[in-house]
């Protein structure tokens, strides 16, 4: 409320600077929103990568959980204490979530090192002088 007095109090007086000063400070503020905005724009995957990971993701989830019950099975049978059998479910688990765990960071390591890899078109400029 306080500039919109200013301003118009500028505006009787003549004085333009407000209006200019405030021009500068829009420009400044959406000039700082663009640098933003391609700094987070620069840290999104692509949708095809995106979905190639769930799809490996689903992979790694079914491979454990297809292995998991039958080790279950045949450990937690022969067990006829119910807290050791927590402990074996509780181990089995765990390990299903590292080996998927592992297998996303090493999915991420790939994908890093083939974005770090510059693209044929980049290369080819660079040979070429560009």
């Known amino acids: ?13 003549g004085n333009s600077d407000l209006e200019a000063e405030r021009r500068k400070l829009v420009i400044a503020q959406r000039h700082h929103a663009e640098i933003e905005n391609t700094k987070l724009m620069a840290e999104l995957l692509p949708f095809e990568d995106v979905s190639r990971l769930f799809d490996h993701l689903d992979g790694i989830f079914t491979a ?21 059998v927590q402990r074996v479910i509780d ?40």
């Open 64 to 84: 454990s959980l297809d292995d998991l019950l039958p080790r279950l099975a045949q450990r937690a049978t022969s067990i006829g204490d119910p807290a050791l």
């Open 1 to 13: 409320m306080r500039w919109r007095c200013e301003k118009l109090t500028a505006r009787a007086e």
């Open 91 to 130: 181990e089995e688990t765990r390990a299903a979530r590292i080996a998927a765990a592992e297998a996303v960071r090493a999915w991420a390591a790939e994908y890093d090192d083939a974005a770090a890899r510059p693209t044929t078109k980049s290369r080819r400029r660079r040979l070429n002088g560009g």
